[in-house]
């Protein structure tokens, strides 16, 4: 047997992947861009390792996606591939079109496609699972109830606006073709191998390298942190026993405005990794210009997956972010190779441009 995903050379979906060859013999297919966010150096561990197939590809290459699934006739495809970034998607919202939208709907197509040749047994148990975020719901009000599944999609930025719209695209396959989907909405991740233009990554790496500590507004914004690899047990459990046209909401039950991050991270690395000055490292929080359009609030309301299917975090907060603040001082090869951008001149020489 054999699951294909796509983009696990990112942040989330390479952790999906390090986990699955830890706890799984089946084997797993990866298909990635390699855009800057995708760093082949976090599946160094899986170099040759034989459950693990990469394959650089782009998920809106209909022909290159048939041949793939035509290749290995995965019992499942979870969709990680995304433009994942909304700065990125308010300077430049072409290529979140593109991915987004023209990827998923390309992905659904080949899928379909697949899926109607098959036999009824596994036809039956196939699966599309598609990761989304809870961004395609807007911005909550302070003290209004969290996201459930049933929230009105009202996506704010180009980045949430694409994603709502592959979300539809992935319900319509289900309800006018009836490819058995899986949606999955979760809350800002956090954890290994997080690229450091986000805000806990970028937060630790410029404490260490003694830069400011950038906080937008008023830093007053609230998110609800989900450890990564409780996001990737959720996934398994959906991909295992969720009911095809479903969709479940996975968060961490972890809600925190910017600033407290960012104190909490500085906190830890003072105990940790302390200022040669002996100052703390909040000394170097600064309050920056903030978003245009910035979403107030996010908090999920994660009940129905707990009820219907068992799962629930295993991280509070505070285990979950230092247990990521030690990996990055542990790991500083890794930040070290995403900043200086080592990672993309070896996929250059690995891929060409
Ligand atoms: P990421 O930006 O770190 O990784 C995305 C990966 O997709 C990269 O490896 C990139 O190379 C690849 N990719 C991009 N375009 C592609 C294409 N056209 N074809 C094939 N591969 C392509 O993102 P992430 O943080 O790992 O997010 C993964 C998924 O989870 C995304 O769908 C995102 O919307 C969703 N999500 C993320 C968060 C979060 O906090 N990071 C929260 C909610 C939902
Ligand atoms: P981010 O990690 O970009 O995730 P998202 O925008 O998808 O929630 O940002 C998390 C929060 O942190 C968001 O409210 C914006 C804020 N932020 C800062 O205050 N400073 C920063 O330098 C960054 C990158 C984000």
């Known amino acids: 047997m054999t699951i294909l995903v796509t983009g696990g050379a990112g942040f989330i979906g390479a952790n999906f992947v390090l986990d699955w060859v830890a706890q799984s013999n089946e084997r797993i297919v990866n298909v990635d861009k390699l855009t800057y966010a995708g760093n082949l150096h976090t599946l160094a561990p899986l170099a040759n390792h034989t459950q693990h197939a990469f394959v650089r590809a782009d998920i809106a290459d209909r022909g290159a996606m048939d041949k793939l699934i035509a290749q290995y006739r995965p019992r499942a495809i979870v969709n990680f591939a995304a433009e994942s970034h909304v700065d990125r998607s308010i300077l430049g919202p072409g290529e979140f079109i593109q991915t987004n939208i023209i990827g998923v709907f390309t992905l659904l197509e080949a899928a379909l496609a697949y899926w109607k040749g098959l036999d009824a047994e596994p036809q039956a148990a196939f699966r599309f699972l598609h990761v989304s975020t809870d961004e395609v719901y807007g911005s909550l009000a302070p003290g209004a109830p969290a996201f459930t599944e049933n929230h009105r999609y009202e996506p704010n930025s180009p980045y949430s606006a694409s994603k709502a719209a592959s979300d539809h695209l992935v319900r319509a396959w289900h309800h006018t073709y009836g490819?058995?989907?899986?949606?999955?909405?979760?809350?800002?991740?956090?954890?290994?191998?997080?690229?450091?233009?986000?805000?806990?990554?970028?937060?630790?790496?410029?404490?260490?390298?003694?830069?400011?500590?950038?906080?937008?507004?008023?830093?007053?914004?609230?998110?609800?942190?989900?450890?990564?690899?409780?996001?990737?047990?959720?996934?398994?459990?959906?991909?295992?026993?969720?009911?095809?046209?479903?969709?479940?909401?996975?968060?961490?039950?972890?809600?925190?405005?910017?600033?407290?991050?960012?104190?909490?991270?500085?906190?830890?690395?003072?105990?940790?990794?302390?200022?040669?000055?002996g100052k703390s490292y909040s000394e170097q929080i600064t309050f920056v210009k903030d978003r245009p359009g910035h979403d107030k609030r996010y908090a999920i309301d994660a009940s129905k997956i707990e009820r219907e299917l068992g799962w629930k975090p295993a991280e509070t907060f505070e285990s979950g972010i230092r247990k990521t603040v030690q990996w990055y001082l542990d790991n500083p090869g890794w930040a070290k190779d995403v900043i200086s951008g080592d990672y993309r001149d070896w996929v250059h020489k690995q891929y060409g441009t």
């Not at 450091?196 to 937060?203: D, S």
């Not at 260490?208 to 937008?216: D, E």
């Open 179 to 277: 490819l058995p989907v899986l949606t999955t909405n979760c809350s800002n991740n956090y954890g290994p191998y997080h690229f450091p233009e986000k805000l806990i990554p970028l937060m630790i790496l410029n404490a260490l390298a003694g830069k400011s500590l950038p906080v937008y507004g008023d830093g007053q914004q609230i998110r609800d942190w989900l450890y990564v690899r409780d996001h990737c047990s959720a996934i398994r459990r959906v991909l295992e026993a969720g009911v095809p046209g479903q969709t479940y909401n996975i968060g961490g039950c972890n809600e925190k405005t910017n600033l407290e991050v960012v104190r909490t991270i500085c906190g830890l690395l003072d105990e940790n990794a302390p200022r040669a000055d």
